[in-house]
């Protein structure tokens, strides 16, 4: 199994700046976060609620997220919002503290609320795919829910952002019910969150060395894989010019694209493990209730 696109290095985009931002467009700009990145919209004098951060990082990340925003904004320079592509444990970690120090509204897809305000915990992980040590941990990992409700709201369902003019959200459902991509027409740029990813986030050392490459979504937190093809197709579809994934460096160009297609083609073959617990029966929305799956759960 190939599990990944090898991609030309020519396709990194963007220079590492202050406080770790990569800045890949004048107005887009990611931050790398241990394991998983964080993306902030907004022209660096966009002043305060201005901007819009997409994602918030592992636990513990509030402090660089808003150092980031300091260096990249100016002090005192809070978002007018905060979308999430998804509700995994890797890009909520400083959701709520930011929210309450913030005061901000938050955005997910409609499908993706009831693991952001307590209803729902996630699917267990399937640590048999993947073959890498954070495949391994995942069955550690929390499955929420964490319960953000006070802010948080449906994206709007005509495909639209607050906040965010010439940006559309695209439903990329596979990974998780609700899963989003943002999109920008006029420069092709394509935020993915894990619906496709440039790194192999299954195996901590490629967390680390992150050299470019073109993945599906991280196969331990997968549960539906047909419906993550036809979402990869549909990115593909796009064209993209600039890629930011949730895990591994932006990628941008021709280099880019073509990977894109061979992992949309050849989805089956490099995305989708050979055998593992949700390959032939994706896990249901919605049958999850909180607590239901004990964490010792290793079926
Ligand atoms: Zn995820
Ligand atoms: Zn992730």
Not at 1 to 27: C, F, R, S, T
Not at 200 to 205: D, T
């Amino acid at each position: 199994m190939a599990q990944q696109v090898p991609v030309e290095p020519q396709a990194i985009a963007g220079e590492v700046e202050d406080a770790g931002l990569h800045e890949v467009a004048n107005d887009v700009a990611y931050q790398r976060l241990a394991i998983v990145n964080v993306v902030y919209l907004g022209t660096p004098d966009a002043g305060d609620r201005g901007w819009v951060l997409i994602d918030a990082g592992v636990i513990g990340s509030a402090a660089s997220i808003e150092a980031a925003a300091r260096e990249r904004f100016g002090a005192n320079s809070r978002p007018s919002a905060i979308v999430m592509t998804h509700g995994h444990f890797d890009h909520v970690g400083a959701l709520e503290d930011l929210a309450s120090r913030w005061s901000v509204p938050i955005y997910a897809h409609e499908l993706e609320l009831p693991y952001l305000d307590g209803r729902s915990s996630y699917p267990p992980a399937d640590p048999s795919v993947g073959g890498g040590l954070m495949s391994t941990m995942s069955r550690f990992y929390p499955r929420g829910p964490i319960d953000v409700g006070r802010w948080l709201h449906a994206l709007p369902s005509d495909g639209t952002i607050p906040g965010l003019r010439d940006w559309q959200w695209i439903a990329t459902p596979g990974h998780s019910p609700g899963h989003v991509s943002l999109w920008r027409e006029s420069d092709r740029a394509l935020i993915a969150g894990d619906a496709v990813i440039t790194t192999a986030q299954e195996s901590a050392y490629a967390v680390l060395t992150q050299k470019p490459e073109l993945h599906g979504p991280p196969m331990y937190f997968t549960p539906d894989w047909e419906s993550a093809r036809r979402s990869a197709e549909r990115l593909d579809q796009l064209e993209p010019e600039l890629l930011i994934t949730g895990h591994g460096p932006a990628m941008h160009g021709e280099a880019m694209r073509s990977a894109l297609h061979t992992l949309a083609r050849d989805f089956n073959q490099v995305a989708v493990p050979t055998q593992g617990r949700y390959v032939d029966k994706p896990a249901g929305v919605g049958q999850h209730p909180a607590g239901s799956f004990p964490s010792s759960h290793s079926g």
